[in-house]
């Protein structure tokens, strides 16, 4: 994604990045997306990792000391994931865990999570205006799992469920929050 080249430039009315392929371009995540908004000629559906979404999951991770060596718990920094989302929107592992996370198969592609304001102004910066944006599932992970059960279990709930996710998921005030990825629909101007 960080180089479609091969593509001609405004070459799609419509073009989907779905599943945040932006947020593993890192550390090319902007020429990534400016490479996508190159090849879009109207409107673009995008989803990206949403640092709004990926903290609450960083401060779990952070508490299960899971990606933390052992022996290491009481010297590390108990936020230091959260810490390294919020300072620069990407994991950051000190040096000397790489080779147990390694080791230990817990080392994984770093995932840039985007600001809301951050990804509007790129978008901007392109050439496009954002028309909606919200966080798919947004509602549903912020509901418990034995809610969602009764929920799923009955066909007339389910379906005034979904109307309340939409409803709360492309709310801008709740862009983000409790889904990981944030899904734009921007439009060239």
């Not at 108990?78 to 810490?83: G, R």
């Not at 080779?99 to 990804?119: G, H, M, Q, S, V």
């Not at 799923?152 to 709310?171: C, T, V």
Request: charged share 20%; net charge negative; glycine share 6%.
């Amino acid at each position: 994604v960080r180089d479609l080249s091969a593509l001609p430039a405004r070459g799609f009315d419509l073009t989907l990045c779905l599943d945040a392929p932006l947020s593993y371009a890192w550390p090319q995540q902007e020429q990534a997306l400016a490479e996508v908004c190159r090849v879009t000629a109207d409107v673009l559906v995008l989803m990206a990792s949403s640092r709004t979404g990926v903290l609450p999951f960083m401060v779990d991770f952070d508490m299960s000391k899971a990606f933390v060596p052992p022996g290491r718990a009481g010297s590390a920094d108990p936020f230091f994931l959260t810490e390294s989302i919020l300072r620069a929107g990407v994991e950051d592992f000190p040096a000397d865990y790489r080779p147990w996370l390694a080791e230990a198969n817990k080392l994984t592609p770093p995932d840039y999570a985007f600001t809301i304001p951050e990804l509007s102004a790129l978008l901007h910066r392109a050439g496009f205006s954002v028309e909606r944006l919200g966080g798919p599932g947004a509602l549903a992970r912020s509901v418990s799992p034995e809610s969602l059960r009764r929920i799923a279990g009955d066909p007339a709930l389910f379906e005034r469920f979904i109307g309340y996710s939409l409803a709360f998921d492309f709310n801008p005030h709740c862009a983000g929050l409790g889904a990981v990825n944030v899904m734009i629909v921007a439009r060239r101007t």
